[in-house]
């Protein structure tokens, strides 16, 4: 082989004219990283974007079923302020009249620290994006501020949205304090602790519509098994079902049953990663167990811990199957999250409520749980830093 | 229940050897598949299968039902028709559903397919069913399988025992139900309900509250209807007359299963059949359900009444309730107003006017097959079918419901119950216009489930579904509905 005929891929030896094909593989591999995401994306686009904002179209729309297919009339954001108004305002924000004195000063309190907290914030020098994103934080604060006086605390009934809200604050609370505990438990040295882990761990593996049914059966105060105990202790008349609280708190118990091991088996991944050698030092040192856990184990499992929470967060904003097989989102609508409530529009084909109730779930879980990732997350992160 | 599951299989399967298939010849649809869709369960789907083997054997034409839960029947059905997905050749689904799908343009026309089908027997099939359950618009577009509308079932026992009558108007109802409220029904030793209705929300609870105000609304005819001024439309629900169901089926709550806001049709037959129920509210089930073998306590004992009245009806001009009169309620009986409900209609079969000819034609064929005498008649007298009557043959003497196990008394009763209801010049109508799914299953629904949790005064409900009425007839097309409805009442 001559060296005239020898020369590396991609150069072009002087006085040899450079071929075609040199050309394309130039080029190809200038944009090698393009084609090699391309499929991924295409398909990305595909199956996940290109819906969401197809559905776009339906929230700004009366949709119309006919021998045609899909006849859209668009509405603008017609379905949308509908939520806001009338007949629907009730049931997606709640009943918002009469609202109370306690309900008045609360507000005014939540208000005044907010707008307090977005003035300290400027005056500390964020930045224009940032500010633009605790002023839309503020402004979803002193909403729920509002909605929570003008409702809980004005003894109005509840829409679908505080009912979410209330399955996500209250319901997380009580998982992650109760996983927490349990995966304490599970990391001491006790007997028997890996049968625990993996019965803890059970009741993440079953389906939420199976969790639903074996609750509503179970706890069915008539015909289910725990009917001579409620017989026993006189509440064979007590219908937990019909009243809006413990029906809540019911849907609350269920879901807490299924997901309580997820943030057992997340905790306790992470308690046995904590250093032992310190917690032996403090104990050397004659720190008591609350010190070691304040001190040396919470700043170190912290990470994981909000990080989980706010896992646990985004699903349980989307709660669905439980209070639909267990009470039909009743008594009322009290037991309704906005998932339940975007899907019973959606089997009445009102296509378009349907979207746009869907939309203003997405918007809220993103501006609540970016708040939190913002604010508090990140705020434990460079605390432990 | 899984006994009379297999007792009723067998009664089929009995039937289904003797080669009634006729509406077909052998071997006429070698290689077609028709795929029908409807609710889950034995109930409704379980005789579709089993008869359709059968066909398949005799036809050649292999049937597939799909199941899939109650509220998603009639969205699925919409989507896979009107996108031409046509995964779907047929539709079971309540008879009331053809008129938004008929205005969507995609049912077969079946009249043709009759007019060449010596077996159906279209004139024995009862004129309500006939006329209003399977033709949209003057033309056939269903085939009913099944024949709906409530009743109210007492125990007879309880009642003699206490010394009291059926009730004939829902005052009555309340009355009779306080009485016997508490007393032992089953002979467990526990008290029992006066009363039971399946009030649960997005259940069926919307059904019910029709049937107790119909009476209260409707005097003069099923084409005048209870929901609408068919002239234009506006909701006739915000007066005295649905204020007074509203309370009337409140109260009936004091008397029920301390869980009765949670609980749906299965729950309710459940405790009746247990013999907890002295009262309920109920399609033409209870009768034959009465006679499986988990219902022991109850066989024999629930009888029936084609409806419960009322002595004060609507006056529409002025919104006030009016004592019955000949001339504010022409079709009343001794000064009380009857109107029973034909709640849901009935499961009806349609067929994708997209489908392939030769599916329309084995799908036509299977229809006509479940709906002759045949085998409807046999279908109608077993409980777990789900089906009831609507065929005149099925209803013309005892014998057939006495060879199900039902006393000669008992026959005559469910049998005259049902006759009168059909007979009923007033008979009301359920809502049969495009978005009834809407009307009633969600603003409706929800509005009364908000109402008895005590979320919302009546007032405020009546209300809210005037709005919420209002604001789906601007959706749909005034002018459309007026004509769907006009089309829906015979007008």
Known sequence: MSNSNYFQPGTSPVGFKRLRSDHLNEWLDRHSRTFFIAPALVLLLAFAIFPTFYSIIFALSRVKFTANGLRFRFVWFDNFFAQFSGNEQAHFLGRLTNISVLGWVFFAAVTAATLYWLYKSFRNGAS?????????????????????????????????????????FVGCTVQFFIGTMLALLCSQPISGKNFFRVLFFIPLMITP???????????????????PLWDAIGLQNWAWST??????????????????????????????????????????????????????????????????????????????????????????????????????????????????????LLILTVVVCASFFNYIVLGQFKKTK | MKTSKNAAAAAVSAIMLSGLVSAASAGEFDGVTVNILTRPGYVIAGPLKERGQVFEKETGAKIVVSEVPYAEIFPKILNDWTTKTNSIDVGVFAAGWGVELDAAGLLEDLDPYIAKDKKIDTADIAPYFREFGQKVGGKTKLIMVDGDFQMVYYRTDVLQKAGLQPPKTWQEYIEVASKIHGQDMNGDGQGDYGSCIFKKRNGQS??????????????????????????????????????????????????????????????????????????????????????????????????????????????????????????????????????????????????????????????????????????????????????????????????????????????????????????????????????????????????????????????????????????????????????????????
């Open chain 1, 128 to 168: 224009v994006v940032g500010l633009i994103g605790r002023f839309i934080s503020a402004a979803m604060a002193i909403s729920i501020a509002f909605l929570f006086s003008a409702t809980l605390l004005s003894g109005n009934p509840w829409g679908t949205l505080m009912t979410t809200l209330f399955y996500v």
């Open chain 1, 209 to 227: 519509l199976g969790v639903g049914y074996a609750f509503k059966m179970v706890l069915d105060i008539t015909k289910g098994p725990l009917q």
């Open chain 1, 243 to 360: 009243d809006a609280w413990t029906a809540r708190w019911f849907v609350i118990l269920g879901d807490s049953w299924q997901w309580i091991p997820f943030i057992f088996i997340a905790m306790l991944a992470a308690l046995e990663n904590v250093s032992r050698d310190q917690v032996e030092a403090a104990e050397v040192d004659g720190a008591s167990n609350l010190m070691i856990f304040q001190e040396i184990t919470w700043p170190q499992i912290m990470p994981v811990a909000m990080t989980i929470l706010l896992i646990r967060m985004v699903e349980a904003f989307k709660i669905v199957d439980l209070p639909n097989i267990m009470t039909s989102g009743g008594p009322g609508i009290a037991t309704e999250s906005i998932t339940l409530h975007s899907y019973f529009l959606w089997r009445a084909n009102d296509m378009g409520s349907s979207s746009a109730v869907a939309y203003l």
């Open chain 2, 206 to 491: 919307y059904f019910a509250i029709q049937t107790i105000a119909a009476p209260l609304v409707q005097t003069k005819g099923t084409a005048q209807g209870f929901h609408f001024d068919n002239a234009t439309m506006k909701p006739i629900v915000n007066n005295e007359a649905w204020k007074k169901a509203f309370e009337i089926y409140k109260e009936t709550g004091k008397y029920g299963p301390p869980e009765e806001l949670n609980m749906d049709i299965g729950d309710t037959r459940a405790v009746f059949k247990s013999g907890r129920c002295g009262l309920l509210i109920e399609w033409g089930d209870p009768g034959t359900l009465q006679l499986d073998n988990d219902a022991a306590k109850i066989k024999n004992l629930m009888y029936a009444v084609s409806a419960v009245g009322s002595k004060e009806v609507l006056d529409r001009k002025t919104g006030k309730l009016v004592a019955v009169t000949k001339e504010s309620a022409p079709n009343s009986i001794d000064g009380v107003n009857y109107a029973p409900f034909a709640a849901f209609g009935g499961w009806a079969g349609a067929i994708n006017k997209n489908a392939d000819p030769k599916k329309k034609a084995a799908a036509y064929a299977f229809l006509s097959y479940m709906n002759q005498a045949a085998q409807s008649n046999v279908d109608v007298t077993l409980g777990p079918t789900g089906y009831n009557p609507y065929r005149l043959s099925q209803l013309k003497s005892t014998d057939l419901w006495v060879k199900a196990g039902m006393t000669k008394e008992l026959a005559a009763n469910y049998i005259g119950a049902i006759n009168a209801a059909l007979n009923n010049p007033n008979m009301a109508s359920d809502m049969k216009i495009p978005g009834a799914q809407q009307y009633t299953g969600v603003v409706l629904d929800t509005e009364l489930a908000r109402y008895l949790s005590g979320e919302i005064t009546v007032d405020q409900a009546l209300k809210n579904i005037e709005e919420g009425w209002e604001k789906i007839t601007e959706d749909f097309g005034r002018k459309e509905q007026i004509s769907s409805q006009k089309l829906a009442l015979g007008l």
